[in-house]
């Protein structure tokens, strides 16, 4: 499936350092930070290509879902590459954009939220509301172009030598290409309770857990940001591997 050889150390390409950034969900204060200490620890870095992967859920439940797409937008940590994915909160929100029925869903998963940072306010819509069309129409019109063509040019999946980046995770035993969406945006306990070797240690968001959970498939970023918890970053440079936290 995957590059790794052997029992090697997992690496990424030389001359490359890779900040993965775990679930934001809206928290716009601890994303400044975190932004903050990368950069900081990027300019101790002898790497001279320096990337940052963001592994999806940007929106929904959090304060200012909006100023983060704004951040992400713009030019936060100038001189990376940056590369965003696509989480199932952002999947929420386009199916909404095209199909107002789904309302219902995002609802229920934080949507609300990230309607109020728009200033859109839902209340009083029924979750099976005949206004569902006018509400949708409300937030495509007070949704920035920028934000839209953010959203609408999220990548699935993204690979760094040993690494693979995804929002949910993987089902064992299929190669990325051979990948459902919705596996890559939803999946937990097929892939969480795997001992499979993947080809790749698999950076992943998703599900919520204390402290970032490294296992020898797969490496667990999101630390409940949203929850009280911290925002995390995983810096892979070479073999080596740390995380920054905000």
Known sequence: MGGRKGDSAPTVPDGRVVYAIG??????????????AIRADAERRASPAKIAVYVGDYVDRGPDSAGVIDRLVAESLPGFERVFLMGNHEEFLLQFLSVPDTWGGWLMNGGDATLASYDVDPRGTG???ADAAGLRAEFAARLPDSHRRFLEGLKHY???????FVHAG?????????????DLLWIRDRFLGSDADHGFIVVHGHTPCEQ????????DIDTGAVYGGRLTALALEGTGRNFIQA
Request: hydrophobic share 35%; net charge negative.
């Open 212 to 219: 970032p959970d490294v296992r020898h498939n797969r490496i």
């Open 170 to 182: 993987i089902r064992p035993h299929r190669p990325i290409a051979e990948q459902s969406l919705s």
């Open 23 to 36: 679930d934001i969900h809206g928290e716009i204060g601890k994303l400044d930070r975190l932004h903050a």
């Open 158 to 164: 993204h690979i760094e030598g040993d690494y693979l």
């Open 127 to 129: 979750l099976l509301s």
